[in-house]
């Protein structure tokens, strides 16, 4: 006689996989919210709801190990989708296998989900606060995300995604940033994001509809306040409070990358540049911005110092180019020199924070056991950091607060050139290793946070696009197309505010602020669970 299964064994293993597929669900919809919001589709509203389904469905994992794993698997997910752009970086650009460049992709996109699996292991503990349990969720965000940021700009890390670079091309709630700095605007989405999710998790829907309310309410204030400001702005922006303005030129060669490093198109080059230099005159061009690495090779070089020295004399402007630079020992430094017209005098800043595996290889005595050609991921060379707190590079008295390309996703780089009294940021770059993918539009994105959060503006320089000029609020005014040679001409205002804005004078206080509040909270609950 053959025996029926057990109907409660049954049912128990169909409900554990209709919560498996559920969870799966929400994972996937989290990571094609961010996709979706994130440039270079950058549909910004789509952000606001990006943690909604996470909230969900770790709302629906019973143990902590799956919190933690549900959190990183969404996380991977995530990151996969917006650096895509990694893997064709690197098998193009790089000149890796395809096994090496999946394998960069994956594995560095792995590993950026820790803050997340973090996160989803946290909300198994903070789901015992209740009512408070969105608010703690967005400070859980945002303590991560400052977390990333500060390991990683003085140690290693990668803090390319942040929430709050979403809302990049939304002005309307972009001027928050210059309180808090890009994390309010994460603080923002992830608490909007979290009471959505919270709402449709709470047992009985009556229950969670306050904090959709809450949501609503500050949604509606962020939008409203940036409405006002924008007014402030457009009074402004027809009477500018600008002791002086800048005619600056923003120059893009658009060449090409195989190109630049190989011997036979070294006069190719050098025409290009001779030609676009030509251009400047009679255009009355204060300040002139070259991109990251805008010769192959040296500007100290005597055919390429010759060369600019002619610009300048026959534009009357300055010339800030991006170059390589060694000193008297041999040192490598990639680096940007500031020629004065008439002069043959060079100031230069070095730039700190190098691009890992790119213009350095970190752990390299243990990483060559184990990657035989790892000398390839360092094709630009092995560059030495520059010094922080550098000199800032003086135009005729105007002081430039200069970046160079992997730069721009340190805010605390920004805010230490603020304090060094810079009038104007410029950030060169040299973007041609992205190709036509999304990593230029995430790159630009970064320097528009920057502009808003100082209160300055920026000239961005790269080689084939997106150079842009971003006013002291962050507004895009101009933009280049992507690899085009263009040359942007624009009257620049190097003080709008006539002040430094609340968060370039006091730095990550409210993100200091999140991490206690959450750190603070997560510990105490757990020590109460455990007891």
């Not at 969720?137 to 390319?160: D, M, R």
């Not at 009477?239 to 303005?245: D, G, K, M």
């Not at 004399?313 to 991006?322: D, E, N, P, R």
């Amino acid at each position: 006689m053959i025996e029926s299964k057990d109907p409660t064994r049954l049912s128990m293993l169909f409900h554990q996989a209709s919560r498996l597929l559920f969870v799966t669900v929400c994972a996937v919809i989290t990571a094609g919210l961010f996709y979706l919001s994130y440039p270079k589709n950058s549909f910004a509203f789509a952000a606001w709801f990006i943690l909604a389904p996470f909230i969900w469905g770790v709302c629906h994992v019973r143990t902590m190990a799956g919190s933690f794993g549900y959190g990183w698997f969404t996380g991977l997910l995530s990151n996969a989708a917006l650096l895509s752009w990694i893997y064709y970086t690197c098998l193009h650009g790089g000149d890796l296998s395809k096994p090496l460049s999946l394998a960069a992709w994956l594995g560095l996109s792995a590993l950026l989900a820790i803050p997340f699996s973090i996160l989803g292991g946290a909300c198994h503990f903070l789901r015992k606060t209740g009512g408070f349990f969105p608010l703690l969720v967005a400070c859980g965000w945002v303590a991560l995300e400052w977390l990333h940021q500060t390991i990683a700009f003085y140690g290693i890390g990668f803090p390319w995604i942040m929430l709050g670079y979403t809302q990049w091309n939304v002005p309307d709630v972009l001027y928050i940033a210059s309180f808090t700095g890009v994390y309010g605007l994460s603080f923002l989405l992830a608490f909007v994001g979290s009471s959505v999710g919270w709402y449709f998790a709470v047992p009985g829907l009556k229950k969670g509809l306050w904090h959709l309310g809450i949501a609503t309410a500050v949604f509606c204030c962020v939008y409203g306040f940036g409405r006002h400001m924008q007014t402030r702005y457009a009074h402004f922006a027809k009477h500018p409070h600008a002791l002086l303005s800048v005619q600056t030129a923003i120059m893009q060669p658009n060449i090409d990358q195989y190109k630049k490093w190989t011997a036979e198109y070294e006069d190719e080059i050098a025409q290009n540049l001779q030609n676009m230099g030509a251009s400047l005159a009679d255009q009355n061009v204060y300040l002139a911005v070259w991109p990251e690495s805008a010769v192959p090779g040296a500007l100290t070089e005597e055919r390429y110092f010759d060369l600019f020295s002619r610009i300048g004399q026959t534009s009357g402007a300055y010339q800030l180019i991006g170059s390589n630079i060694s000193s008297a020992t041999g040192t490598q430094y990639v680096g940007a020199y500031l020629l004065t017209p008439g002069a043959d005098a060079l100031s230069a800043y070095r730039k700190i924070k190098l691009v890992p595996f790119g213009e350095f290889i970190p752990f390299h005595v243990f990483l060559k056991h184990f990657i035989q050609n790892i000398e390839v991921m360092g094709a630009l060379g092995s560059f030495t950091p520059g010094e922080m707190e550098q000199p800032l590079l003086e135009a005729g008295g105007i002081k430039l607060g200069t970046t160079i390309c992997y730069e721009s996703i340190f805010p605390q780089l920004w805010r230490s050139l603020n304090r060094q009294g810079a009038q104007l940021f410029v950030n060169i770059t040299n973007d041609a290793w992205f190709f036509n993918t999304a990593a230029p539009y995430q790159h630009l994105a970064v320097n528009v946070l920057r502009a808003a959060e100082n209160g300055l503006p920026v000239v961005r320089a790269a080689n084939t696009g997106f150079s842009a000029y971003i006013d002291a609020f962050g507004h895009v005014k101009a933009t280049s197309g992507l690899f085009t040679q263009e040359v942007l001409t624009q009257n620049v205002p190097l003080s709008v505010l006539g002040r430094t804005t609340f968060y370039g004078k006091w730095g990550d206080w409210f993100a200091w602020l999140c991490a206690i509040l959450f750190f603070t909270i997560v510990i105490s609950t757990i020590v109460f669970f455990y007891e």
